[in-house]
């Protein structure tokens, strides 16, 4: 074969294809090149299936904001897209190096602060003691965190403003509660706000329409009794994660001085010198933190060894604990078991009398005795069966269990007398229980009723009247009878059977839930209608002065009986609004 046949292309005439379109007339003027028709369309081979069924323009944005963390999402999801904490590392701007100054690594931060209000108040978006908070840097707070989620993870809700399904707790002060909305209407423009109560969302999010929600948040424990998705009683308490940070914190600034040798007479005299910063005290507890379970604790009030499995290896065990922000750096060693003793002191009120604790300094078990024991009997029966154990307290091992375990001892102990002691008055508590005990043994119930003659024939046992009356007899006798078999109603009774679920009552069980944000989404992608939920419109808010547009329920109601009877919204009754706080009236 010659070089010049080896170089030169061949063409295949496999790959030749034939013209689709016709081809134009050789004499016509060139045209612009086309697409060949394929007989289908391009855009519905390109896209989803699934995009003519689904529109994710009108889909809410969702947020759910605490006292330290903000989580935003789209509905349908079941994990929120972003989770923004409010520490002062996100609210560096660029330039700031302060935390890698001598100082900082040498006391970990510049004012330690270790008292009751100020314990890490730089890592808090907001405070229940409204004096101690500046409602302008919550809402540049708020506003840095809604814009940086919305242009780095909710790329789709920059194209044009969104409604807002909004989930925050249900005790948030008014100035709170409208600096929120204030900064949600201006910087993110949205439309219309939908507001939810957190123990609700929880409630949803377990599959529940009623339940008992322990929400364990970072100021405060709040627990709700929720009876068909609607609150029907609430109290809270102080023990919540920054009591349990705090005490994390005492124990190991005590284990420190132990080690180091400080005299009792030596922390007299002066403050001692606090090694353990709020960053050091919170990733103890959040790392090594546990909670025993109620049979070790009760084994260590009666001063028995525990023989439970993993109680020995638990108190044997040794954990390494480094202090890389004390200045030398240093290890500290110390047994397993006394880093579940800040839960104890923290939560379950350890080395404390009933007595000398306020209403809201109760135990967690105690508040929640109290909360089942302020429902009505229908709905205690429903709610205690359903226990729910949320927040971010909750993800503290073993705290669940325990919670549950001692509710249901206090359950037995006390009964349901919400009394816990009747100081003087015990006396003539025991005195009525006895006169009520011996009435009951002089008086007892009525036994059996009087023999009565059965029909002769057959052993059927049908009961007969001993006064021999013929008429009551016969009627007697057809009352007993043997009546017809539907088989229609039996057919609806068996599908109803199968349609209604088993319900559990009267029992102490606790259950799992997703968070408040699975249920904010469930809500949001579903018509599940709550009756909880506040619904806020820009243009009323921002026209009438924030919070001052709401209005009572009563006046909601009237307002919208003479609108039905108007022509427009704009001739009702003289009221500015149509909306109302709720819950957080």
């Not at 295949?12 to 090149?33: E, L």
């Not at 009951?440 to 059965?454: A, F, R, V, Y």
């Amino acid at each position: 074969m010659a070089a010049h046949d080896y170089f030169t292309r061949k063409i295949s005439t496999g790959r030749i294809r034939t013209p689709i379109a016709p081809s134009a007339p050789a004499g016509s003027s060139p045209t612009t090149p086309q697409s060949p028709f394929l007989g289908r369309s391009f855009s519905s081979a390109l896209n989803s299936p699934s995009a003519t069924f689904r529109s994710t323009d009108d889909e809410p944005l969702l947020i759910e904001i605490g006292s330290r963390y903000l989580r935003a999402g789209l509905a349908g999801e079941r994990a929120p897209r972003c989770v923004f904490d409010f520490s002062p590392n996100e609210q560096r701007r660029v330039g700031d190096y302060r935390q890698w100054l001598p100082r900082r690594q040498q006391t970990g931060k510049f004012d330690v602060d270790r008292s009751k209000h100020f314990w890490g108040h730089d890592h808090e978006l907001w405070r229940m003691d409204l004096g101690q908070v500046d409602l302008a840097l919550v809402e540049d707070k708020i506003e840095r965190a809604v814009r940086v989620a919305s242009t780095k993870y909710l790329m789709e809700t920059a194209q044009k403003p969104r409604r807002i399904f909004l989930a925050l707790p249900p005790m948030l002060p008014h100035p709170l509660l409208s600096a929120v909305l204030a900064t949600l209407f201006s910087k993110a423009l949205a439309p219309t706000i939908t507001i939810f109560p957190t123990p609700v969302l929880n409630t949803v999010a377990a599959g529940l329409r009623s339940a008992l929600v322990i929400d364990i948040g970072w100021a405060e424990t709040i627990i709700t009794g929720v009876y068909e998705y609607r609150e029907v009683h609430q109290k809270r308490s102080d023990r919540a994660g920054k009591v349990l940070c705090q005490e994390f914190g005492a124990l190991l600034d005590a284990e420190i001085e132990r080690r180091h040798g400080v005299a009792d007479e030596d922390k007299a005299s002066h403050h001692p010198v606090h090694r353990i910063t709020f960053e050091q005290a919170e990733e103890v507890m959040t790392r090594i933190g546990w909670c025993q379970s109620a049979d070790q604790t009760h084994a260590q009030r009666v001063g028995l060894k525990t023989h439970a499995s993993g109680g020995g290896a638990a108190r044997s065990s040794t954990v390494h604990i480094p202090l890389r922000a004390s200045h030398p750096d240093e290890t500290l060693e110390m047994p397993f078991h006394r880093l579940a003793e800040p839960v104890e002191v923290a939560w379950f009120g350890q080395n404390t009398k009933p007595k000398e604790l306020d209403d809201n300094e109760q135990p967690l078990p105690e508040l929640a005795f109290q909360v089942l024991c302020a429902l009505a009997l229908d709905i205690r029966g429903t709610c205690m069966s359903r226990v729910i154990v949320t927040g971010g307290g909750s993800r503290l091992p073993g705290i669940k269990r325990r919670l549950v375990k001692e509710i249901e001892a206090l359950l037995h102990r006390r009964g349901w007398d919400p009394v816990r002691d009747f100081g003087s008055a015990a006396e003539k508590s025991n005195r009525v229980q006895r006169v009520a005990r011996a009435n009951l043994q002089s008086h007892p119930d009525t036994g059996p009723m009087p023999k009565i003659n059965e029909k002769i024939g057959e052993g059927a046992g049908v009961s007969t009247i001993p006064s021999g009356d013929p008429q009551t007899t016969a009627v007697v006798e057809e009352a007993h009878t043997d009546q017809v078999h539907d088989l229609i109603a039996g057919k609806l009774a068996r599908e109803r059977a199968k349609a209604m679920k088993p319900s559990v009552q009267g029992v102490i069980r606790g259950v799992e839930t997703l968070g408040a944000f699975s249920g904010l989404s469930l809500l949001a992608s579903t018509s599940l209608h709550v009756r909880g939920a506040v619904e806020c419109d820009r243009d009323t808010f921002l026209l009438h002065g924030g919070l001052t547009s709401a209005s009572k329920a009563k006046d909601v109601v009237a307002s919208q009986a003479s609108q039905r009877q108007s022509l427009g919204p704009s001739a009702g009754g003289g009221n500015r609004s149509s909306w109302t706080l709720g819950g957080w009236a």
